[in-house]
């Protein structure tokens, strides 16, 4: 506030002129985002979007970095714009989720990527990256609304949050097994060629995609399991023949299975194989998904 002991009175380089000699006064330093592309309804989208991504977040809205661009290049679309969207979190793993879609010229969204990224500790050696993530399920003609994906947002930390248990307990051991194999031997298998176990969503019903990744014929196994219990309640066998729904003794059967390979993975032929059974990879998994 000026009053009249601040006030200059002779401001230098201007005349004088007493009480009411005129003020230097300096430009504000202000930064205008520049104008968003496309229609109306597509601007109002994008701030949408924004502001539900910061809510299922839990960040201010200016959080949210915006990047939109008229679509160009192969398989653009005319009138399109493509939203990306980015929000680094204030945790000890620089966590950062990242949402991209294409906005159509009346609105309509196709095409949802929603990521989000994190720190993970170095391995024993050096294998050429620090980063590592999950991907939320996502169909790509499924629209991406305010409610959705404020909702797939709070998900998609979940299931990175359940991510790195399973990463810590099951796939990371193999991957240490395999460096130190080959360091010692010069042979073994690479430091992917693992039977790996994915998180594929989050939420009270979480699914995890198990894959052999030592083979060429992979046969992906999706499982879905009860949170409160952390019990494996479903199933699907993906096959050359199409997909096979499993339950029941079939359910067990191959869930059993799947805990024995990853027993003799974790502990070598030392491991109690009649102890493989799907209450067995249940309880590995417990140490997980009820924490």
């Known amino acids: 506030m000026t009053t009249e002991t601040t006030r200059s009175r002779q401001p230098t380089g201007a005349p004088s002129g007493g009480q009411f000699a005129a003020e230097t006064k300096t430009e504000p330093d202000l ?48 009138g399109a714009v493509e939203l990306y969207l980015t929000a680094p979190l204030a945790d000890d793993r620089h966590t950062e989720v990242t949402f991209g879609v294409r906005v159509h010229e009346n609105g309509y969204t196709r095409d949802s990527r929603l990521r989000a990224t994190y720190d993970i500790a170095a391995y024993s050696e050096d294998v050429g990256f620090d980063r590592d993530g999950v991907a939320a399920t996502w169909g790509y003609t499924e629209e991406a609304t305010a409610e959705n994906v404020r909702a797939r947002a709070a998900e998609v930390l979940d299931q990175a949050h359940l991510q790195r248990g399973v990463e810590d307990l099951i796939n990371r051991p193999q991957r240490e097994a395999n460096l130190a194999e080959r360091k010692e031997n010069r042979r073994g298998n690479g430091f992917s060629d693992i039977l790996s176990v994915e998180v594929t969503r989050g939420g009270q019903h979480p699914t995890l995609r198990v894959k052999d990744q030592r083979s060429n014929d992979e046969q992906p196994v999706d499982l879905t399991l009860d949170r409160a219990t952390g019990t494996v309640t479903s199933g699907h066998l993906s096959s050359r023949y199409g997909t096979v729904a499993l339950d029941g003794d079939n359910l067990a059967r191959v869930v059993g299975q799947i805990d024995r390979q990853i027993g003799f993975e974790l502990d070598g032929y030392g491991h109690p194989a009649a102890e493989a059974t799907k209450e067995r990879f249940e309880l590995r998994l417990r140490l997980v998904f009820t924490k």
């Open 31 to 78: 930064a205008l985002a520049p104008p968003l592309p496309g229609t109306p309804e597509q601007r109002a989208v994008i701030a949408d979007l924004t502001y539900a991504l910061a809510c299922g977040l839990d960040l201010a809205p200016d959080g949210v970095t915006v990047e939109a661009v008229e679509s160009q290049g192969c398989g653009s679309v005319a």
